[in-house]
């Protein structure tokens, strides 16, 4: 079955673009057992991605994927939310979030990729994030406090209780709209996550449409 999967999605990978007509239940993607809220504004598409900065196929996916960003029309919004299971994982959630938090996240999103899969730091422990941080324009002390912010620690458990409820066991997914979840074995491969996920936003454009 997978490797039918692999013939098919080469297929569609052969276009720029996948339809939304090519892309089928149970074989591109899932729907959640339960749909998200979504958290973006009224009439705008969401698009989730769950990542730990530690994953090595999150970090292989950040090309594809931001390369996929740069061409979303303005109906899409991306919502990045840090895997939280337990460990390493919430410390780079909590990361993320004082990042996002000192104004500095998107600056450095891709360098603390960088600093853990290209320099092998682990950025685990609070002095490493906080030496790490104060490349961006704040100071350590700024870091540090933000890592123990009350609304940082809130975010945390707010995207702990999100993953939970979309029943999610691994990254890199995409969930679109708070419904479908790609994976890269849905997708067949992290290259084609995009363009599955391409195809699920029209979808929901053309539901929206009816």
């Given at each position: 079955m997978f490797k039918t999967l692999m013939v098919a999605l080469a297929g569609l990978g052969l276009s720029a673009a996948v339809s939304?007509?090519?892309?089928?239940?149970?074989?591109h993607y899932e729907l959640l057992?339960?749909?998200?809220?979504?958290?973006?504004?009224?009439?705008?598409?969401?698009?989730?991605?769950v990542f730990w900065f530690g994953c090595p196929h999150c970090?292989?996916?950040?090309?594809?994927?931001?390369?996929?960003?740069?061409?979303?029309?303005?109906?899409?919004?991306?919502?990045?939310?840090?895997?939280?299971?337990?460990?390493?994982?919430n410390t780079h959630a909590t990361a993320f979030y004082a990042a996002e938090s000192l104004g500095i996240e998107e600056e450095l999103h891709a360098d603390f990729f960088n600093a853990i899969h290209q320099e092998n730091q682990s950025l685990t422990e609070p002095d490493e994030i906080a030496a790490f941080f104060a490349?961006?324009?704040?100071s350590e002390e700024e870091a540090k406090q933000a890592l123990t912010d009350f609304s940082v620690r809130s975010e945390v458990n707010d995207a702990n209780n999100r993953m939970r409820k979309m029943?999610?066991?691994?990254?890199?997914?995409?969930?679109?709209?708070?419904?479908?979840?790609?994976?890269?074995?849905?997708?067949?491969?992290?290259?084609?996550?995009?363009?599955?996920?391409e195809a699920l936003v029209e979808q929901v454009r053309e539901e929206r449409a009816e």
């Amino acid at each position: 079955m997978f490797k039918t999967l692999m013939v098919a999605l080469a297929g569609l990978g052969l276009s720029a673009a996948v339809s939304a007509q090519e892309v089928v239940e149970g074989q591109h993607y899932e729907l959640l057992e339960t749909s998200v809220e979504t958290q973006v504004d009224d009439g705008q598409i969401e698009v989730t991605e769950v990542f730990w900065f530690g994953c090595p196929h999150c970090y292989r996916l950040q090309t594809p994927i931001n390369e996929w960003y740069e061409t979303l029309d303005d109906d899409v919004s991306v919502v990045k939310m840090p895997a939280t299971m337990g460990g390493d994982w919430n410390t780079h959630a909590t990361a993320f979030y004082a990042a996002e938090s000192l104004g500095i996240e998107e600056e450095l999103h891709a360098d603390f990729f960088n600093a853990i899969h290209q320099e092998n730091q682990s950025l685990t422990e609070p002095d490493e994030i906080a030496a790490f941080f104060a490349n961006y324009g704040v100071s350590e002390e700024e870091a540090k406090q933000a890592l123990t912010d009350f609304s940082v620690r809130s975010e945390v458990n707010d995207a702990n209780n999100r993953m939970r409820k979309m029943k999610l066991m691994g990254v890199p997914a995409l969930v679109i709209d708070g419904r479908f979840l790609v994976t890269p074995s849905s997708a067949g491969s992290l290259e084609n996550m995009p363009k599955v996920a391409e195809a699920l936003v029209e979808q929901v454009r053309e539901e929206r449409a009816e």
